[in-house]
Nanobody
Framework: VQLVESGGGLVQAGGSLRLSCSAS????????MGWYRQAPGKQRELVATITSSGGDTTYADSVQGRFTISRDNAKHTIHLQMNSLKPEDTAVYYCNGATVVRNIRLDHWGQGTQVTVAS
């Protein structure tokens, strides 16, 4: 599975950005996709996830109500619409695709895209 992100950039606080992640390869094996982020000096953290089958979503408390994750199965793509951005949202955002078989999880990662929110 290969994941390629796009859509990062520099935005003023209060602004919006939309990230996209296109999957290729053995996309049929992916059970859930999501976005994680890592700020300088901090651990990578979950932002949002969406299941491949039912479209169930989860969000980190810090982005609930501001970010929306969505999917386009026909294009093997997920999106992250980020509104009301804050400086603390500044991070490298990584697309993740997870395959879970018999309770064994295999993670696939994109290369990351930088999001910078200026105050």
């Amino acid at each position: 599975v290969q994941l390629v992100e796009s859509g990062g950039g520099l935005v003023q606080a209060g602004g919006s950005l939309r990230l996209s992640c296109s999957a290729s390869g053995s996309t049929f094996s992916i059970n859930v996709m999501g976005w994680y982020r890592q700020a300088p000096g901090k651990q990578r953290e979950l932002v949002a996830t969406i299941t491949s089958s039912g479209g169930d979503t989860t969000y980190a408390d810090s982005v609930q109500g501001r970010f929306t994750i969505s999917r386009d199965n026909a294009k093997h793509t997920i999106h992250l619409q980020m509104n009301s951005l804050k400086p603390e949202d500044t991070a490298v955002y990584y697309c993740n695709g997870a395959t879970v078989v018999r309770n064994i999880r295999l993670d696939h990662w994109g290369q990351g895209t930088q999001v910078t929110v200026a105050s």
